[in-house]
DNA sequence: AGGGAGCCTGAATCCTCAA
DNA sequence: GTTGAGGATTCAGGCTCCC
């Protein structure tokens, strides 16, 4: 147990046969550039080559890993190779040479959001984890997540019994309540993971270049493994496999080429830490303040929606004279008044060329309000239009 | 244009050199398996042989329809394959000898929820669609989706330089006030694809077996065609790529080597639907063709739309007193009192509670036009509104 | 031609300042 | 002091442009 300094290829001739339960590869791509990055106080700069004479080299290279990591498994032991998109499909054919694609299990897709670029073509948002075993009989626990939003509550919580005609109702007592069924788990984890990728403004950032969200390892262990097992790490960089081991209550090989990475992932070891994603912690919904319907608004002004500002729901897609267009749609809660007080407040740094405010509500006195501002356009909604000429339809008809 | 019936190996090669814009391929997957399923009423009951002597075998067959869908590909074509997970990297290799690795575009995750079922390991929730061009020049037409919830506004309006020691500041002009960056259309879409799968009970389904969603068809026609391109598609099975191209008023040309096959994908050409639920699906990704200013305005009336019908072009989705409501937008190339007539004479029959007309321009003469009509509600786009105010402001100002 | 410098991205954080 | 809205900041990106 602990870090290694040296090629892993020689390194894991020192390891026993059938000596760990499972290992993480986390190989440097087939990427053909040099990658470093500075530690956020500026303290230091790490870097690494990913530099190969050819495919074939670097093939080459990846089989003889692979080969030496699958003799230190165990029988019950598994494998998860992390993948890039540029040779992805030769690691996989890889593993089904040295482990046999009968122990193919899963090809994990780890989904994020990233910062954009000019890129023509879809932007690249995963990266694939190659899960196989060693053998048949693999250990493998499994992790049971949170049912999705449009899963009924009712139905996750209360028995069911079939009435009479056939049909699935829900069980009720003597005295008409509802039964609460037996308890639930959730739903099996899928092989498709939504985890942030480590932000370049992140704490959790140690400055080595390729790092990876903590979450990611932490699920692989508690899939492959049980307290007490041993996880081995041929590339460990920074350490993060070690740090999310030992938390785990596992025991850890790391092994890395490079003496700075062996000193940091050491250091990282000391005082392992786990520091929460914001966004992990409240989820994305969190973050998302908008009502179907007003998003809907939106949509028919061609407006892009932002969140994260109390005053501007979105901006025209199109510019007016090289200036955005802010738009707010009027909430349940308030009067047009403050409606439009709000807006103007948070227009005023954004050098508008106007600003629009959707009114979806009537019922109110407008004696007061001031609809002739030059750089404010009230529209009211489709739904308030229809219920205004509703309503004078009526009147006029009776 | 039409449904071919026959070997797509041998009917490729009646289509001429650089015909069509687009290939895609859903071919028979390397399961070993017979697929089956009975349409919902149980009428028909379709199936077909998933089989092949080996692997080999198998790729030997996929390579030489690769070739001859490339031969039939424009130079400014794109390939998109969808793969299953026993296969997915023996095919990404050979499209790599057929097009060139240099010609990878993506690697496109189609990720869905799906009912969970007992077996040990991840729940499978994904599928692989590889996306290759024939040359580095090819057609690509960007689809914009809504910006993170945690983006903030600034980040999304203000323009930005690299200060003296290369850090990335907001510009400022002379005056120290910050400058707006151009127009945002929002985030480019990225390679993982959030599609719910074809629910068994969706009015879309028609039992063919692996029918794929609509949404990730028309995504895929809409990102490398335009309307008037031809699609291809030499597994065409049921026709669903068939119908999206149709919607999408593109050409099209399907095989399949099954006749059930053929006359079902003829059949639903005559009449091609969008089930609703998948209209409703992508509430989240964003819509498909941003200048689809029809569609926005129907979801922003919370109304369903109807295709099909030359007058109408949708009803709210809530009755009035028991009787629906005919919507209508105005067509680009009418005026208001055309389309008055052409939604009154639609309604005449459907015991409308009344009818709503939007109104998408402004540039006409209306002093003949009957505002008063009891059954007949005009409303302005939030466009027109929009144009309206701003030349009366322009006005007014000059 | 080919390779490096410079530019534009936006996600998700950190950080500041006002209430 | 505490909170929280919103301004600021970096990058396992990827163009274009310029020698």
Known sequence: MGVLHGDCKEVLKSLGDASVDLAYLDPPFFTQKTHSLSTRNNTAEYSFED??????????????????????????????????????????????????????QSEIIWAYRRWSSAKKGLLNAHQTVYFYSKTGDYKFNTIYTDYSPTTNVDQILQARVRNESGKAVYRRDETGNVVIGKEKRGVPLSDVWNIPFLN?????????PTQKPILLLERIIAIATDVGDCVLDPFC????????????????????????????????????????????????????????????????????????????????????????????????????????????????????AFTILVRTTRNEDYSLFDWTDEDLLVIDSYDVAIEAWLDERNHSGS
Chains 1, 2 share one sequence.
Request: proline share 2%; aromatic share 6%.
């Open 51 to 104: 530099r190969w004479t050819s495919l074939d080299d670097y093939l080459a290279f990846m089989a003889e890993v692979l080969r030496a990591s699958r003799r230190v498994l165990k029988e019950t032991g598994c494998i998860f190779l992390h993948c890039d998109r540029s040779a992805a499909h030769h690691l996989r054919l890889l593993l089904d040479q040295v482990f046999g694609s009968e122990n193919f």
């Open 200 to 208: 370049p403004k992140a704490r959790e950032r140690v400055g080595y």
């Open 237 to 352: 960089g920074s350490g993060t496999t070690l740090v999310a081991a030992k938390l785990l209550g596992r025991d850890y090989i790391g092994i890395d080429i490079s003496l700075d990475a062996v000193r940091l992932a050491e250091e990282r070891l000391r005082q392992p830490v786990r520091s929460e994603s914001q966004l992990l912690a409240d989820g994305e919904e969190g973050f998302l303040e908008k009502s179907d319907a007003e998003r809907r608004i939106l949509r028919a002004l061609d407006a892009v929606p932002v969140e994260r500002n109390r005053g501007i729901d979105g901006f025209l897609r199109s510019y007016v004279d090289g200036h955005p267009v802010a738009v707010r749609i009027q909430k349940a809660d308030e009067d047009i008044e403050m409606a439009k007080r709000k807006l103007i407040a948070a227009s005023k740094t954004k050098q508008c």
